[in-house]
């Protein structure tokens, strides 16, 4: 037993002597010695973290009543520990010393296909296993295949494979499943458990397998074992350049996006109902088609498509049932190509392939159902479907690597698409550079998946030119958005003032003209220039309250000496006044004149010129412009509340939760569908400015005038996250729909 493992080379053990027979429980002695050690720890890891992990879940739970199960779930794991790991531990190691007299391989784990006749809770413990179960059979392949291949050696020379070994990930979990009956907690408080088993027992399983295999071969158990798998073995294999999405989400990718697609292949397979994929009335038997096969069927419908020489989705019929329709029947055209490529139809894909199928199918279906995309650009990316299936056959680990060039590039795509409207590209420059980069796409792509990144950096370089153009015209944009909400401050500032301060007085027509218009002016500039709160405008309200004390008509000596001395101040207060609003020096001069005229009634002198006689209608020269009458300066009239919304409404909610960047979609009563980006929100009004992609102004609206459009339909709020999370997120949730609808069939 030097020599490399060869299965049909296996020498049995069991027929030699006693001896032998004494060797074999030595061998299957030491290997549950160094699973029950490691095992053991693994798990002592796990319990002393639960406590932890369920009270940072308590404090962030929504309600008492979920607080309490997470409590409740901390003294019943206190309470059943124990016997938890009492059972664990002698499953595994009774299956471990079971192992040499068995004469049969032990019985699989049941067909996720029945998960559809049991309940919500047993249904997502189940998905949680077979989810920890496929991430570490992948990622610990080659680790598994050398302590199978040397069990079997010990066992006689029965093939022993992951469902009968008992140190498999899968035996692992059932086994720990089956000890968790003695946990009558929550089904939450057992999937955080689930969680703490992955990271705290499977995750250090290639400690336990390096180990055993260490021993077993220092034992003379295939000392010299290669770790590569048989030929003929159609497990997936994770290599740096084709299959990284097999390894589990601490060594790549992104955990939660593999934890998500894991999940999806749960899903799958208990949907699928049947172990065969796809089959037809008359279809031909043999084996499934192999990858080379796939692409090759793949690369003469893209080449079909590019030509025009078979169906693409055209534009929305409304409720997009065409578009489906034809996303739909590319499984059928794939296996009919494929049976023109063989001389015969084959019955059935493999599983793996079926789910990459569906699921790039459930993903351009999706496409043209989302709300978010423009309809000529929903159908511009549909036809990407042929080239988006090639790279998931290619490379697996597209779906499970946010920063995957492909998937990036649909990201991309899709986020540049969602602002565009016809109105906002005239010159059609993004129309174009998307329509560019899918032909792209389907006359060049074969299997190079380095055209994803170049064309990526070409659609990156375009959105960077036109970014920095929009940001200039948006720039400005808010800028005179941010002056004139100024100016009109101002305006009701200095209005409000002068409003309150005359109060209900009835003042001399020449006085509350020259308070409305030149002086309201003045106020308006201090306020611009120097701010409220600085002595400039504290003298102009000063000198508001002044000029309306002189308009009493004074009733003894004391009171006419008075305003004779308050006069001087009054008159060079509202010549620096006017000169600073740029009043021609002829007008100031006249309107004073007529000014002392006036007070000079008041005070009883001779009329000196052609002066209005007190309470008459004063002449105001031409140069003196109204700016806000004081009947106009109501803080509190708002437009378009006609139909107003409560505060605690969805709608005000929707609108309060709005951040700069995001884009809602606008269709007024007989006005054309637009697209706006929230560009900026007023500090001093609290109103909303909307431009569109190229930086110009579409529209901006008070709060309470947008929660009036998005409560009558008029408005939405487009997604925000990525095209591919929420496609994931769309099927993940179809899929557990009840009812025996088959993935890449066109939804209800």
Request: glycine share 6%.
């Amino acid at each position: 037993m030097n020599e490399a493992y060869e299965p049909p080379k296996i020498v049995p053990l069991a027929p030699r002597a006693d001896a032998t027979g004494e060797r074999v429980g030595e061998l299957l002695n030491a290997v549950r010695g160094i699973a029950g050690k490691r095992l053991q720890q693994g798990l002592g890891n796990l319990f002393e973290h639960v406590d932890d992990a369920l009270f940072d879940l308590a404090e962030k739970a929504e309600n008492n009543a979920t607080q309490t199960h997470y409590f409740d779930g901390m003294r019943e794991v206190r309470k059943r520990r124990p016997a938890i790991e009492r059972s664990f531990l002698a499953t595994v190691n009774r299956e471990l010393g079971a192992l040499a007299g068995r004469s049969a391989p032990a019985a699989p784990m049941p067909p996720m296909a029945e998960l559809s006749l049991v309940g919500d809770s047993e249904l997502e413990e189940s998905l949680a296993i077979t989810s920890m179960n496929s991430k570490h059979e992948s990622r610990l392949v080659h680790d598994l295949f050398a302590i199978n291949q040397r069990l079997s050696v010990i066992c006689a020379g029965r093939k022993i494979e992951d469902a009968g070994n008992p140190i498999a990930p899968a035996a692992l979990t059932q086994a720990f499943r089956q000890a968790l009956k003695e946990l009558s907690a929550d089904m939450r408080v057992k999937l955080l458990i689930y969680k703490l088993f992955d990271r705290y027992v499977l995750s250090t399983l290639e400690d336990l397998y390096a180990e055993a295999n260490a021993e077993l071969a220092r034992a003379g158990v295939l000392p010299q074992l290669r770790t590569a798998m048989p030929r003929g073995d159609s497990r997936p294999q994770p290599s740096p350049q084709t299959d990284s999405a097999a390894a589990g989400p601490d060594e790549t990718g992104d955990p939660a996006t593999a934890e998500l697609l894991q999940t999806l292949h749960g899903l799958f397979v208990a949907r699928r109902g049947s172990p065969v994929a796809h089959v037809r009335p008359g279809d031909a038997g043999g084996p499934p088609p192999s990858t080379n096969e796939l692409l090759g069927a793949l690369s003469v419908l893209q080449t079909q498509l590019a030509a025009g020489a078979m169906p693409a989705p055209s534009m929305p019929a409304g409720d997009g049932r065409l578009e489906r329709e034809v996303v739909a029947q590319l499984k059928e055209q794939l296996l009919g190509q494929l049976g023109a490529l063989r001389g015969s139809r084959p019955s059935h894909v493999t599983h793996i392939d079926e789910d990459t199928i569906d699921l790039v199918g459930m993903l351009f279906e999706f496409i043209l159902e989302d709300q978010t995309l423009p309809a000529e650009m929903q159908v511009m990316l549909a036809r990407l479907q042929i080239p988006y299936l090639k790279a998931a056959i290619l490379d697996r680990k597209m779906f499970a690597h946010r920063q995957h060039p492909a998937r990036r590039l649909l990201d991309a795509l899709a986020e540049q698409a969602k602002g565009w409207s016809p109105e906002s590209d005239r010159d059609g420059r993004l129309h174009d550079k998307v329509k560019a980069i899918v032909d792209q796409l389907l006359h060049e792509f074969d299997d190079d998946l380095g055209i994803f990144e170049r064309l990526l950096l070409d659609l990156q370089q375009f959105h960077e030119l036109n970014r920095r153009r929009s940001e200039l015209a948006e720039q400005r944009v808010a800028e005179s958005t941010r002056g004139r909400e100024k100016l009109e401050q101002a305006r009701r500032r200095a209005a409000r003032e002068i409003v309150d301060r005359i109060g209900g007085r009835k003042l001399p027509a020449l006085v509350h003209e020259v308070l409305a218009r030149a002086w309201a002016n003045h106020l308006v500039l201090v306020l611009l220039r120097q701010g409220e709160d600085s002595a400039e405008f504290r003298d102009g309200l000063a000198f508001v309250d002044d000029f309306i004390a002189s308009t009493q008509p004074p009733q003894d000596p004391l009171a006419r000496q008075q305003l004779r001395q308050l006069l001087p101040g009054i008159e060079r207060a509202l010549r620096l006044g006017l000169a600073n609003v740029a009043f021609q020096p002829q007008d100031i001069e006249r309107l004073l004149a007529q000014l002392r005229d006036w007070y000079g009634q008041l005070l009883g002198e001779p009329a000196r010129g052609a002066a209005p006689a007190v309470g008459a209608t004063a002449a105001i020269p031409e140069s003196i412009q109204p700016i806000v009458e004081p009947h106009a300066a109501d803080p509190d009239e708002l437009p378009g509340e006609s139909v107003p919304v409560a505060t605690d409404s969805p709608e005000w909610h929707q609108v309060e939760a709005l951040q700069p960047g995001v884009w809602l979609e606008f269709q007024l009563p007989d006005e054309p569908m637009v697209r706006a980006k929230l560009s900026w929100i007023s500090p001093m009004s609290g109103r909303y400015l909307f431009v569109n992609r190229r930086g110009l102004k579409v529209a901006d609206y008070a709060p309470q005038e947008l929660a009036v459009l998005l409560a009558g339909g008029h408005a939405q709020v487009l997604a925000t996250n990525a095209l591919f999370d929420r496609a994931m997120s769309a099927i993940v949730t179809r899929l557990r729909q009840p009812g025996p609808a088959q993935p890449g069939t066109p939804a209800a």
